[in-house]
């Protein structure tokens, strides 16, 4: 006789990871990773942490919040640490979702939300993009009844990367009711370029329901660590996903790697700059191969794949020692996402695309 699971594994589906982890010598443009290694200072402060690995990490991160509140001048207090940013989303289903509840989200966006809903036997509300690949606030909105805990706003969006002025976030966020938590994911803000990333935090300071999401994996080049946090308007909110969580949620080694890249802001700086003009040469090329590409903001690129079939192009890249992500595990068969990487690996990628598309 086997072993029974609860119904939450049935409904479950199960997150569409990116392959090549096992693999040298490849083209790394599939999983939105930095091609950019640990910044200066920051592999010292791990390492230093690792000596002390016989001790458990400081539950409370308050090394780290403190850090991120003089980043930010944002209170401590309302800032919430998770094994990166999914660690913070799968808490706030938990946390706030129930049978009986709704979430709103858009889709194509990011795959863990479909998870949130599911792994609590909420009703999950998908509202499409618009024509532009953007989220469609006005329709979203449509969407929140009494039974809306939680509305999810992937702002850049992910796999699209396109992304919406912060004035239309603000006019969002003011019509939506009191009762709703609005998270706004903020994974991929600082390759936007509509605006100061750090002008977002007014919405954190504003609204007690929101919560701006961001994480260490991109931008700072610390994927491997998973440290990802939370600007919460508040202070309940962090409380309530810390309760849910098992305790020593976010490792020492990432929580001193994350507290010394803060410090390297002038790096930071410099690493974005790279990213973008990378970013334009890419979708320069794309284009040039007769292909649609949306308007990013994020380190990657959301594309067609023209008139060729996309497992076998995704197949000849791999031949071609080339990995990009499927569109269709995202959302939209016969389109791919592309990660921005150094300027030699995507030009690696456009020539083998160019073979493949003849």
Not at 173 to 181: E, G, L
Not at 328 to 351: H, K, Q
Request: glycine share 8%; charged share 25%.
């Amino acid at each position: 006789m086997a072993i029974e699971f609860s119904d939450k594994i049935r409904r479950l589906p199960v997150y569409p990871t990116a392959g090549g982890y096992a693999l040298d010598g490849f083209a790394m443009l599939a999983s939105n990773e930095a091609p950019f290694g640990p910044m200066p200072g920051v592999v010292e402060a791990a390492t230093e942490a690792v000596v002390h690995a016989n001790r458990y990490p400081d539950p409370s991160n308050l090394r780290l919040r403190r850090a991120l509140a003089a980043r930010y001048d944002f209170d401590p207090s309302r800032i919430a640490i998770g094994a990166g940013s999914c660690d913070i989303l799968l808490s706030a289903a938990e946390a706030l979702l129930e049978p009986g509840a709704e979430v709103v989200y858009s889709w194509p966006s990011f795959s863990v939300y479909p998870q949130m809903a599911a792994a609590a036997g909420a009703r999950a509300i998908v509202v499409p993009l618009d024509d532009e690949q953007r989220h469609d606030l006005d329709a979203m909105l449509a969407e929140i009844t009494a039974a809306t805990r939680l509305v999810l706003v992937c702002n850049p969006n992910n796999p699209t990367g396109t992304a919406l002025p912060l004035e239309r976030i603000t006019e969002f966020v003011t019509r939506v009711p009191k009762h709703v938590c609005v998270i706004v994911d903020e994974a991929y803000c600082e390759f936007s370029t509509l605006e100061d990333p750090d002008a977002s935090i007014d919405l954190a300071r504003r609204f007690p329901n929101v919560v701006l999401l961001r994480t260490f994996s991109k931008v700072y080049g610390l994927a491997g660590l998973r440290v990802g946090y939370a600007l919460c308007g508040d202070q309940r909110f962090r409380v309530a996903v810390e309760q849910v969580r098992q305790p020593f949620f976010c490792n020492a080694v990432g929580q001193a790697a994350a507290e010394a890249a803060l410090l390297r802001q002038d790096e930071l700086t410099r690493r974005i700059e790279e990213t973008i003009a990378n970013r334009l040469e890419l979708e320069e090329g794309l284009r040039e191969l007769g292909l649609e590409v949306a308007e990013s903001h994020a380190n990657f690129i959301w594309h067609s794949l023209g008139d060729g079939d996309e497992q076998e192009i995704l197949e000849g890249l791999r031949e071609r020692r080339v990995l990009i992500r499927s569109g269709r595990a995202l959302g939209r068969e016969g389109w791919a996402r592309t990660t921005i990487g150094t300027a030699t690996d995507n030009r690696r990628f456009l020539d083998a695309l160019g073979e493949l598309l003849g």
